[in-house]
Nanobody
């Protein structure tokens, strides 16, 4: 079992920044992908960014150049630095842990991000 705890959400004005954190604990694999998704009201959950144990990162086009995913493998923690936030970034943000070469996905509880003037 793996437990994910997210933090760092909140309210910010357009153009502002927030940094989300997601700490994983439990039976952590040696190699794994950690990713961020978001879900706005009435919308499907969408992929935002991912990071592999080898340092490969991937982003949705909607956040490229504004969001940066990073991780601290020693702490089993992934971060999402969000800059130049827009009202359309408003959503609940979730992190996901996926071991490489083993079954199972785990999700965090979500953290609300609201961008509004």
């Amino acid at each position: 079992q793996v437990r994910l705890v997210e933090s760092g959400g909140g309210s910010v004005q357009p153009g502002g920044s927030l940094r989300l954190s997601c700490a994983a604990s439990g039976s952590i694999a040696s190699y794994y992908v950690m990713a961020w998704y978001r879900q706005a009201p009435g919308e499907q959950r969408e992929f935002i960014a991912a990071s592999t144990s080898g340092g490969i990162t991937n982003y949705a086009d909607s956040v490229k150049g504004r969001f940066t995913i990073s991780r601290d493998n020693a702490k089993n923690t992934v971060y999402l630095q969000m800059n130049s936030l827009k009202p359309e970034d408003t959503a609940v943000y979730y992190c996901k842990y996926q071991p490489i070469g083993a079954p199972g996905n785990y999700w965090g509880q979500g953290t609300q991000v609201t961008v509004s003037s």
